[in-house]
């Protein structure tokens, strides 16, 4: 899994805990700084894998296998940033 798709992969797991389970491509592009066609394309590549749903028009929602993947980047970043702040001080 590349870096990007793991940043896609916390962008709709976080935007999809604060309401709605699906996520519309113009939410993530705003949360990621980014143009929606480009959300759209990694979208689709997230479903090639199985980590995402996607319906035009209708937003994005993660797989079973979406969720535990994203938690999984989510704790490992957290548990990073524990680490630095609490062994090197950052």
């Not at 980014?34 to 209708?58: F, G, H, P, R, W």
């Amino acid at each position: 899994m590349t870096l990007s798709e793991e940043n896609y992969l916390k962008a709709i797991y976080h935007l999809g805990k604060q309401g709605n389970d699906a996520v519309s491509t113009n939410a993530i592009a705003e949360q990621m700084d980014t143009k929606a066609s480009s959300v759209t394309d990694m979208i689709k590549k997230l479903a090639e894998k199985n980590l995402a749903n996607y319906i035009k028009y209708q937003g994005v929602s993660l797989t079973e296998l979406g969720r535990l993947t994203a938690a999984s980047v989510v704790r490992k970043h957290r548990l990073w940033e524990v680490f630095l702040v609490d062994k090197l001080h950052f």
